[in-house]
């Protein structure tokens, strides 16, 4: 395992730890002295993807992180939330504890997640993914996000009254600390005259 800041080949391990289905170890480079984590995994029984034309294809980790990362470029997203979707759909599919799982499962659980994560993301994966035959099926799926967007910005939409009556409130304790501490004021204004 090299050094992902220097390339140096040997490093010590600070601390190790089991997680999930795994052990985390946390190494310092010998060379440089950064730190960096390898996770150690059991490989699980190879996986196949029945594809909608009835192949089967091994499941390709690569190959659903490529499908997001298209579908989440340019969208403002945290460093590592892609990853952190292919690993968890990928842990998902073998928690199946199935030979065979049809491309349709895989492509709705993504679509499942990035619904929360992204509605542009999720739009450019459905179309690409469901295959959307017409417009008219493209406008329904973004109405349907469209719909829930609003529901769910409903309860917030009152928040900015909040801030703006802050805002006057400041303005005029402001105003009214102008006359009682005007001493405090002309010291500052003073200075800048
Ligand atoms: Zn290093």
């Known amino acids: ?3 992902p800041y220097c ?3 040997d490093s ?3 601390d190790s730890r089991d997680v999930n289905d795994g052990i985390r170890r ?3 480079c010998l060379s440089c002295s950064s730190r960096f984590t390898t996770y150690e995994r059991l490989q699980p029984a190879s996986l196949f993807v029945i594809k909608k034309d009835e192949r089967r294809e091994e499941f390709n980790r690569d190959k659903l992180l490529t499908g997001i990362r298209k579908a989440c470029e340019k969208r403002p997203l945290p460093t590592g939330t892609v990853d952190k979707l292919a690993d968890d759909i990928e842990t998902k599919l073998y928690h199946l504890g199935r030979s065979e799982v049809p491309s349709a ?3 709705d659980m993504v679509m499942d997640r990035l619904k929360d994560l992204d509605h542009v993301a ?3 994966y459905a179309s690409v993914y469901r295959e959307f035959a017409d417009i008219t099926a493209l406008k329904q799926e973004v109405d349907t996000l469209v719909g829930s967007e609003v529901s769910a910005s409903l309860p917030t939409s009152q928040l900015p009254l909040l801030p703006d009556d802050r805002l006057g409130e400041l303005a005029r304790s402001r105003r009214r600390g102008e006359k009682s501490g005007r ?3 002309n010291a500052k204004t003073g200075s800048r005259r």
């Open 1 to 3: 395992m090299n050094c």
């Open 7 to 9: 390339g140096f080949h």
């Open 12 to 14: 010590k391990v600070v």
């Open 26 to 28: 946390r190494r310092e």
């Open 105 to 107: 499962v895989i492509g």
């Open 122 to 124: 999720y739009i450019r």
């Open 183 to 185: 001493r405090k004021t």
